[in-house]
């Protein structure tokens, strides 16, 4: 069955703090990856996809398919990357996201 | 912020009562999608419309109905028979493989 995993509801840092949201998935497939944020009063957004592999605000995530992992890191942390974020993953047949029950950061300055 | 919007911000809604929530884009998008928003649940799919005149159940559809007669639209009727509806609905957009842009989102609640 296809399903992402985001084990921590909510992670706490330190301003500067390095930081590393979890993220695993369970796919048959290619698996397609993505992560969405969602900022306070502001619409989801995508914030990166595993095939574009970019930095985006600081931030990456490398597909690791041996540990079917997605993790989103960030070396130092920023009181602005307070947000919800969602790990997804795609369906190349339906053009599907499967979410993940996300995980809210608390950046404390 | 253009592009995809969702109307109303807020609906409340009756027990017994149907209840439809609008969602509309021009940014030319095939496919729409409509998420339930849950704390602590993630989104879940509702419906999905890869294309106009066609529409496929999501994870969670019991209780809702869609159509998809225009490109730019894609309504979603909230109806009696969902046992739980209060929750914030997201609508969603994208090209095949492409991206998906949200809307701002409803929030509904029964009374």
């Known amino acids: 069955a296809q399903r992402v995993t985001q084990p921590e509801k909510l992670l706490s840092v330190f301003k500067g703090a390095p930081v590393e949201l979890k993220c695993n998935y369970s796919?048959?497939?290619?698996?397609?990856l993505f992560w969405y944020v969602q900022y306070s009063r502001q619409r989801l957004q995508l914030l990166l996809r595993h095939i574009s592999r970019e930095s985006i605000k600081g931030f990456t995530a490398d597909l690791n398919k041996g540990e079917t992992s997605f993790h989103l890191k960030k070396p130092f942390a920023q009181e602005e990357d307070s947000a919800m974020y969602y790990c997804a993953l795609g369906d190349d047949n339906t053009d599907k996201l499967i979410f993940g029950t996300g995980t809210r950061l608390q950046v404390f300055p | 912020d253009g592009g995809i919007t969702q109307s109303p911000k807020y609906l409340f809604r009756k027990e017994g009562q149907n209840v439809t929530l609008s969602c509309e884009q021009n940014?030319?998008?095939?496919?729409m999608y409509w998420y339930r928003q849950d704390p602590g649940q993630g989104l879940r799919l509702i419906y999905y419309?890869?294309?106009?005149?066609?529409?496929q159940k999501g994870d969670i559809a019991e209780g809702y109905s869609v159509s998809r007669e225009k490109k730019e639209s894609f309504p979603l009727t909230v109806t009696s028979a969902q046992k739980n509806p209060t929750a914030f609905y997201l609508c969603?957009?994208?090209?095949?493989?492409?991206?998906?842009?949200f809307g701002p989102g409803t929030r509904l609640t029964v009374l």
């Open positions: 940014l030319n998008h095939d496919a």
């Open positions: 969603a957009s994208s090209i095949r493989g492409g991206e998906q842009f």
């Open positions: 419309s890869q294309i106009v005149n066609d529409f």
């Open positions: 796919y048959s497939g290619s698996p397609e």
